[in-house]
């Protein structure tokens, strides 16, 4: 029998969560601190178009890092962000303007069938690649996802915040990109970051897990939503548990959190304690829940479910409050 309130601290392996630079924020103001590092020649940058990342070649020894010269070289730059500094060197993001890139005209030699797709207009031999599918496909290191996750969720929120939402009128860059000025009115802008609980509820020896119409055939994961202007995040984890599945929640306790850069969430892990079992689903919400027992989960984990039901992937943070669960004595 689970003693809620038990679990130990834990460091998830989540994808995006491992992250090693110093964003050196106390600096981020010094012009002249930031124009050393764009200067030195170690710097270098992700490059960001159309909400993909630029790849260096499409070998499978393909990087998503490029010194500040080539990144300029790439196409039109709209803006470019300080994101921090490792020991070694500094990391950049450089956002290229939508119009950098364009759907290739003529038909690909290995599939003349396959739908046209986008390629930047000045280097047309460089990959364009998804962040999720590099996570999955692992073709990243961890601290390298990470850093990527930051680029993106922080070059997104520039691409379309580019006008002051007081006056209208254009903003510009600042503070090395972590925020806009409108040099119209003075007002000033932040990136943001969209709150997102994710818990598993717990009764006893068994957990809750749903499932969404778009999610992969036999997967479950754990419920989710946003978190809501003057909310707390366990009246959040209550009211979305309830909302979805008419489950009444006790102790709601913290776990983890993940960034998700899809765009700019941050994931908060919870296990909840459930103080009902009767379900009644919200079919506008999910397309099925039920609760597993530990044995189940564990099986599901190992890839041996009797049913071939999964869990989420292991990017996912879902993935590591289930297996919290299950390793839970």
């Known amino acids: ?17 491992q992250n090693p630079l110093d964003r050196l924020s106390d600096r981020r103001d010094d012009v002249a601190v930031i124009a050393a590092l764009k200067a030195d020649p170690s710097s270098v940058s992700f490059v960001i178009v159309l909400d993909k990342f630029v790849l260096t070649s499409s070998s499978s020894q393909a990087q998503g890092l490029f010194s500040l010269k080539d990144s300029e070289a790439l196409g039109f730059v709209q803006d470019v962000a300080f994101l921090g500094r490792d020991q070694e060197r500094a990391y950049f993001a450089t956002l290229l303007s939508d119009h950098s890139a364009g759907h290739r005209a003529e038909a690909l030699a290995s599939d003349p069938a396959a739908p046209p797709h986008i390629v930047l207009t000045q280097r047309p031999d460089l990959p364009l690649a998804d962040l999720r599918a590099l996570a999955v496909q692992g073709l990243m290191e961890p601290a390298i996802l990470g850093m990527m996750a930051e680029a ?15 006056c209208g009128q254009a903003s510009v860059l600042a503070s090395a990109g972590w925020k806009r000025e409108c040099l119209s009115c003075q007002a000033q802008h932040f990136p943001r970051t969209d709150p997102v609980v994710i818990m598993l509820a717990i009764d006893g020896d068994h957990c809750l897990l749903g499932r969404q119409p778009r999610f992969g055939k036999g997967m479950y994961s754990a419920l989710a939503g946003f978190l809501e202007p003057g909310e707390t995040i366990e009246a959040a984890v209550r009211r979305e548990i309830f909302e979805e599945a008419r489950i009444e929640i006790g102790r709601v306790r913290y776990l983890a959190s993940q960034p998700w850069p899809f765009p700019a969430s941050l994931m908060i892990g919870c ?30 984990l190992e890839g041996k479910h009797a049913d071939g039901l999964l869990p989420p992937g292991r990017i996912a943070i879902a993935y590591h409050l289930l297996k919290a669960f299950v390793e839970e004595d």
């Open 1 to 17: 029998m689970t003693k809620f309130g038990s679990y130990p601290d834990r460091s998830m392996a989540n994808g995006y969560g």
């Open 152 to 166: 993106k969720s922080l070059m997104h929120w520039h691409a379309r915040h580019r006008f002051c939402s007081v």
């Open 271 to 300: 296990h909840a304690e459930a103080l009902s079992r009767e379900l009644i689903i919200d079919r506008t919400e999910l397309e099925d829940a039920r609760w597993f027992s530990r044995h189940e989960a564990r099986l599901m």
